[in-house]
């Protein structure tokens, strides 16, 4: 089975950086996808990013784009969330999850197979 650890969430200023990784265990396929999602109190999840394994191909929602950066270690099976500019509002808990046997070639908005268990960020103001 599939198991995702992020880690890397803290508390951050306004204007400062993090990044998050995702590690990723028990995957077979060759091909798949991981996506980064958010969730604020009392807010929907949302999804802001989502990248290939191979890293070729990557995308953004418009609330981070500009000010985060996915990339992808295959050999390491991380994907990493850098994110720059912090603003208050990004404050949430942010999620990894992956899907398997999908060679990505486009954005990807689930259904994702398997999830990490979140990490917190929170920036202050």
């Known amino acids: 089975e599939v198991q995702l650890v992020e880690s890397g969430g803290g508390l951050v200023q306004t204007g400062g950086s993090l990044r998050l990784s995702c590690t990723a265990s028990?995957?077979?396929?060759?091909?798949?996808?991981i996506g980064w999602f958010r969730q604020a109190p009392g807010k929907e999840r949302e999804q802001i990013s989502c990248v290939s394994n191979s890293g070729r191909h990557s995308y953004y929602a418009n609330s981070v784009k500009g000010r985060f950066t996915v990339s992808s270690d295959n050999a390491k099976n991380t994907v990493y969330l850098q994110m720059n500019s912090l603003k208050p509002e990004d404050t949430a808990v942010y999620y990894c999850a992956n899907v398997g046997d999908y060679p990505m070639d486009g954005p990807y908005d689930g259904p994702y197979d398997y999830w990490g268990q979140g990490t917190q960020v929170t920036v202050s103001s």
């Open positions: 028990g995957i077979t396929s060759a091909d798949y996808a």
